[in-house]
Structures are given as structure tokens and as C-alpha cells.
């Protein structure tokens, strides 16, 4: 079944004409150079058109002068010549109507490039469907990702800026910051820890490790409600919570015993009823958060990537704070060359997913991680960076690692010791630290051991 395509496809084929006879004409300058840069050959329509760009990027790659002579060297060596017309049809398309600002001309190419590409995705969506070769939801999930690809084109080939631009928008974010326009960072509620980092920050990816039982989703829990609660006030913005290991059910059951201060144990065996106003005074006040909640396993990435840019085209809430409990359980795609390779190397792919995707959407992604049994084995049991499970790729991408060390588990007759350190054992934009947390088992809870001077 042959793709759909509309008799006419989106094209500005004069534009194209005009652009290339500005950009090759003398004195073109530093203004037709940086517009060629933010097109890509495939979106001329023309094959003359595109011949010539090509031709052109070329020779100002090269740092070569552009005219019609230096563009027919250029043609001849690459076999185009022939295709617009010999020398005299490349005059004549020099002769075509010089603009003042090329720019204007590069992005009505770009839009109608787009535009074309939209069409062949949703055309080839037809076929795909139309053949019942691929489940709905992997051909969904390849649509959203080619999407998002594509909206994100344009960042992407940013390319480079001066230092006054980068200055201008430094300052402006730094001065709204200075003016309370602007948070710093995504904070969590535990003051020295908050200090440390000054919040997350926009494209960092932030690893908290521990070994089984420890007590890593408790933290991250207590993160993301802390920071849904800090962020309640600014109305657009949320936080996203990915459980591949537990129920919604069970996070939320987390939350609730947090939020209340009630036994844990109490509320899942129905024992709560003293504590019921509590319990429904947190209840009324969690439905309030700008909290969301995912407990698909086996999910992968770009499955994340195309949930957080449908939360943010259907509502008018923006993900900005995403927390993944925990990396050894994501999946990878069907087909991808993690899918085919050893563990190391698919946990790496991952990761490396991850730093992207922090990156591609600017915000902070926190993710969990298992530790190697090697740590256990040590004296005094403190972990450090080796430990890090499967793969030496998840210290390399990310931006801060944590890990949460409590004392071995107590033997039946022993109480368990409630005292905790959150390591930051890795902080590519900032200090190191220990600090002291106390942990509340019954609540789900960590909190920050108080300081006390004397």
C-alpha cells in the first residue's frame, strides 16, 4: 500500500530562488553565511535548488569567496552542473531577487520543510497501520517520538552563540532570580541539602543510590511532595512521579502516611481509624498538588518523553520536576542496540537517554539506582561511586549522585538504628557533602537532623 501524499505538497519554490541569489550575491556577508547554517539541504524542494545549497555551504565551509565561477567549480567537482542547467541556468538562477534579509526567506524554507515532513510522518502512519505489522502502542510511541524530534529540530541546530547572547540571557534569568521572578532550582525541602545544591536545576540528571531496603523511594517520595508542596503556589508547573516497581496505589498509600504522620502499617491494615480526620486532612490536601503519578512497568525513555509532552499539550500544567524509581527497571526500545547488548551496555543507553532527555526538556530528572553487593561487604558498609550498579556510564552522565548509607539491618532482637547519612558523593556543579538524616520507618519519612549549638 503505497503512502498517501496530497496532490501538492507545502513548497515555496520562489523563496527558494530568492534566498539562494541573496546568499551567493557579493558582499553577501556574515547575514547570508549564518542563515545558510540553519538549513539543511533536504529542505529545498527543488533538485537545482539543492545542488547549488549544497554547492554553496561548501565553499563557505570553506572559507572560499562565493560567485558564479567559485559555485560552478564547486558544481562541476560534485557531478551537479548538468542538474541546474549548466552555467547559464545557474546565472540565470543567481538572477533571481536579492532580499535584504535572508533570514526571513531561510524560515519560510524551514516552515514549509516542516510542514512536509508532518505530512509524510502522518502518511506513513497510515501505511503502518493500514499493514497491522506493529502494535498501536509501538507505532504511537514512534509517531510521539518523531514528533518531539522534530519540534525540538530548531534547538537542536542552534549552533553556536556570541558571548553577548549568551551574556544577555544569563543575566536576564540571574536577575530574576535576584527579583524572586525565578526559582533557582527545583528544592526539596531539606535545608542543608537545598543549600548544597541551590535546588535541582534545569538539565541536570540526578542519581540517588542505595542497596535494597534502605529506603530510597521513601526519600524520593518525601523530594517530590516536598517540592509539589514548595511549587503548589506557581499555577503551570508539576512534578512527575514514575513507579516501574510499585503500584499508584502503593505510592500514594506512601504519600498519605507521610503527609499524615500515620503509621504506615495502621493505614494498610485498616487499624487508622483514630487517625481518620488526619489522614482525610492530607488526602484533601495531596489531591491539591501539582503531583502526577505513573506505574507502567516495562516503560521505556522515549515512552517518558512522549508522556511529559502529552501532560504538557493537554493541560495547562508544564512537567518540571521527574523522579523514575528506579533505572535497572526501565526497558529498553524494541530494536535499539541497548535491546541486543549486555546489561552494562543497556543500562548505559539509558542513562545516557536520560541526561538527553533532562537536557532536551530543561528540567531535572531524578532517577534511582540499585548498588553492586560489594558494598556490603565492606567495612563500615559507606558507599562510593564504583559501587554503582551494571555500569560506569550512569557516573559519567550524571550531574550529582547521592546515596543513602544506614547502618546493617538489626537482627530480630535489635531496634533498628532511625539514624542515616545522604551521601552526595558526586556534584559536577557544586560541593560535596555528608549530612545526617534521621528516618522515620513507621511514616515512610526522612528528615534532616537538626544542628544544635551550645
Known amino acids: 500500500m503505497a503512502d498517501w501524499l496530497p496532490e501538492r505538497l507545502p513548497e515555496d519554490i520562489d523563496a527558494e530562488r530568492s534566498f539562494l541569489a541573496t546568499c551567493c550575491a557579493p558582499g553577501a556577508g556574515f547575514a547570508a553565511s549564518e542563515a545558510v547554517f540553519t538549513l539543511a539541504e533536504e529542505d529545498f524542494v527543488h533538485p537545482a535548488h539543492r545542488s547549488v545549497f549544497r554547492a554553496l555551504k561548501t565553499l563557505i565551509e570553506a572559507q572560499v569567496e562565493v560567485n558564479s565561477l567559485t559555485l560552478k567549480d564547486a558544481l562541476d567537482q560534485d557531478d ?160 512527575a512521579f514514575f513507579s516501574l516497581e510499585m503500584s499508584h496505589e502503593e505510592v500514594f498509600m506512601r504519600l498519605l502516611a507521610a503527609k499524615s504522620q500515620t503509621n504506615m502499617k495502621d493505614l494498610q491494615s485498616g487499624r487508622a481509624t483514630g487517625r481518620m480526620n488526619d489522614v482525610m486532612k492530607a488526602r484533601d490536601e495531596l489531591i491539591q498538588m501539582p503531583l502526577f503519578i505513573c506505574d507502567r512497568a516495562s516503560i521505556t525513555v522515549p515512552q517518558i518523553q512522549n508522556m511529559i509532552v502529552k501532560q504538557g499539550s493537554q493541560s495547562n500544567r508544564r512537567v518540571e520536576f521527574v523522579i523514575i524509581d528506579y533505572l535497572q527497571l526501565l526497558s529498553s526500545p524494541e530494536g535499539s542496540r541497548g535491546a541486543k547488548q549486555n546489561e552494562a551496555v543497556r543500562i548505559g543507553e539509558i542513562s545516557r537517554g536520560l541526561k538527553l532527555m533532562a537536557k532536551d526538556f530543561g528540567i531535572p530528572v531524578v532517577v534511582l539506582s540499585q548498588l553492586n553487593r560489594e558494598v556490603e561487604h565492606r567495612t563500615g558498609g559507606r558507599p562510593q561511586l564504583s559501587d554503582l550498579r551494571d555500569s560506569g556510564a550512569i557516573e559519567q552522565d550524571a550531574d550529582m549522585v547521592a546515596f543513602i548509607h544506614r547502618k546493617m539491618m538489626p537482627s530480630a532482637t535489635e531496634e533498628p538504628d532511625p539514624s542515616a547519612e545522604l551521601i552526595v558523593a558526586k556534584h559536577r556543579n557544586g560541593p560535596t557533602a555528608i549530612i545526617q538524616l534521621h528516618f522515620q520507618g513507621e511514616f515512610a519519612m526522612y528528615r534532616e537532623m537538626v544542628r544544635e549549638t551550645y
Not at 526571513?104 to 509524510?120: F, N, P, T
Not at 544577555?168 to 542543608?192: A, I, N
Open 80 to 239: 551537479s552542473l548538468n542538474k541546474v542547467g549548466g552555467y547559464p541556468g545557474l546565472v540565470e538562477l543567481l538572477a533571481g531577487e536579492d532580499v535584504e534579509r535572508p533570514q526571513v526567506l531561510a524560515d519560510v524554507i524551514r516552515r514549509k520543510a516542516k510542514l512536509r515532513r508532518l505530512v509524510h510522518l502522518g502518511a506513513q502512519l497510515v501505511r503502518q497501520a493500514a499493514e497491522e505489522d506493529e502494535a498501536p502502542e509501538v507505532l504511537v510511541d514512534q509517531t510521539a517520538q518523531s514528533l518531539f524530534h522534530l519540534a525540538q529540530g530548531d534547538a537542536k541546530a542552534r549552533g553556536l552563540l556570541s558571548i553577548q547572547a549568551v551574556a544577555d540571557d544569563t543575566m536576564e534569568r540571574l536577575s530574576d532570580r535576584m527579583e524572586g521572578r525565578l526559582s533557582p532550582g527545583v528544592r526539596v525541602g531539606f535545608s542543608r541539602f537545598d543549600e548544597l545544591t541551590q535546588g535541582f536545576q534545569p538539565g541536570n540528571l540526578i542519581v540517588l543510590a542505595a542497596r535494597p531496603g534502605i529506603g530510597k523511594t521513601a526519600l524520593a517520595l518525601n523530594w517530590i511532595l516536598r517540592a509539589a508542596q514548595e511549587r503548589d503556589a506557581r499555577p503551570g508547573h508539576c512534578g
